[in-house]
């Protein structure tokens, strides 16, 4: 019978998109799943603002019947505007070990980017980097965190069947925490707040945080601005960063350096891993969902580097050791063994910067690919 692709029509289509990863990876030890109600919003062209700027697709294939696989087709105009790009995206993609099915889903992305004008396919890649990115190529056996993707091996094999060659790669650092914190890094500490004037914010109330959610997300749009696949964040898009995240958000893990004008210069947002909890629950929060994550989060000795940024004119100056001491501080109190850093791209010298004086190995590995499509023919 072949495969057969069918674009995503009804509630019933989208529901069984959102669910087939979790038949794929039934027997996946490592996988983390979705928290479903997120998924719902996201994958709602009325809800999630940037089906309002892009061109999408999402795609079911079926082989002899049977669900087989999904794949996601994105063309980002905005992004490709400001950066004077033709790319297509896919992302979201997930088969079991068949190079039929895989092949059908990618080029059926593949044709529809090629009509809509564009030249090339880069992928996994969603609306932006804050989505999950990269196949997975180092770490298989490494734990996985919430917002990035878990594959197996096969995958990235079988899209380098297709022909796609690496674009960049995104790295995870692992950062040991020490016992206590090294008497030198507290002199540092010390010169880096009487010479530049400066202050180090600690919180233990999420509703201090909330005046802070702009100028933390306005700093950040102004440090990644010239990262790759970065979308700054509009105005509706920080609040809703603030809704979705703030519940789940321990503020003690959140270190914010002010100026002596009380401007936000630096920050560094981290959680405790949440990802056993959403394991427990099988990603449903409702409804008793929740209460797992914070029972994971007690638990845990993972600490999640999610996001982090200096002003440009502080870079250099021992602002992000300041932030890493107080960091390491909360973590050492609260039992914390390690820092997963997330993702960082690997020539994004800046970023890799911040923690260099902490000492750190890469251990997970993402992948990005990218294949010219200008002259495949249907």
């Not at 692709?5 to 989208?14: A, G, P, S, W």
């Not at 878990?150 to 297709?162: A, G």
């Not at 390690?338 to 997970?364: P, Q, S």
Request: charged residues 25%; proline residues 4%; aromatic residues 12%.
């Amino acid at each position: 019978m072949g495969v057969e692709i069918r674009e995503v029509k009804t509630k019933q289509d989208l529901r069984t998109f959102i669910n087939l990863p979790a038949k794929i990876h039934k027997n996946h030890s490592n996988w983390v799943p979705p928290i479903y109600m997120d998924d719902w919003v996201f994958f709602n062209s009325k809800k999630n603002k940037s089906f309002s700027y892009s061109d999408t697709i999402l795609l079911l294939a079926y082989k002899e019947g049977r669900i087989a696989g999904r794949i996601m087709g994105i063309i980002n105009h905005r992004y490709n505007e400001i950066h004077n790009e033709k790319d297509g995206r896919f992302c979201f993609m997930e088969t079991w070990d068949d190079q039929e099915v895989f092949n059908a889903l990618i080029s059926y992305v593949e044709n529809w980017a090629k009509e809509k004008g564009m030249i090339n396919l880069v992928g996994p890649l969603g609306f932006s980097d804050k989505d999950p990115q990269g196949f997975l190529v180092e770490g298989f056996n490494e734990p996985m965190v919430i917002a990035a993707n878990c594959n197996f091996p096969y995958m990235p094999q079988l899209l380098e069947q297709k022909g796609y060659e690496k674009k960049v790669d995104c790295v995870v650092y692992k950062i040991m925490i020490p016992e206590r914190v090294p008497e030198l890094y507290y002199k540092i500490y010390d010169r880096v707040m009487s010479r530049k004037n400066v202050q180090v914010l600690e919180f233990t109330k999420r509703s201090q945080l909330k005046p802070l959610i702009k100028p933390i997300l306005t700093l950040l749009n102004e440090t990644f601005k010239d990262i790759y696949a970065f979308a700054p964040f509009e105005d509706y898009e920080m609040a809703d960063f603030a809704n979705r995240y703030l519940m789940i958000l321990d503020p003690q893990f959140i270190k914010v350096v002010t100026n002596n004008q009380g401007e936000v210069i630096g920050f560094f947002i981290a959680m405790p891993d949440i990802s056993e909890g959403i394991i427990a629950s099988k990603g449903k929060m409702i409804p008793f969902g929740i209460f797992q994550i914070f029972s994971a989060q007690k638990k845990t000795k993972q600490l999640d580097l999610l996001l982090g940024g200096v002003k440009k004119e502080y870079q250099g100056t021992g602002i992000d050791v300041a932030m890493g001491i107080k960091m390491f501080e909360t973590a050492i109190k609260r039992g914390m063994e390690y820092i997963d850093t997330h993702l960082e791209l690997e020539d994004n010298v800046k970023m890799n910067a911040e923690f260099k004086f902490l000492g750190k190995e890469i251990y997970k590995r993402y992948r990005i690919f990218t294949k010219g499509i200008n002259s495949i023919t249907n």
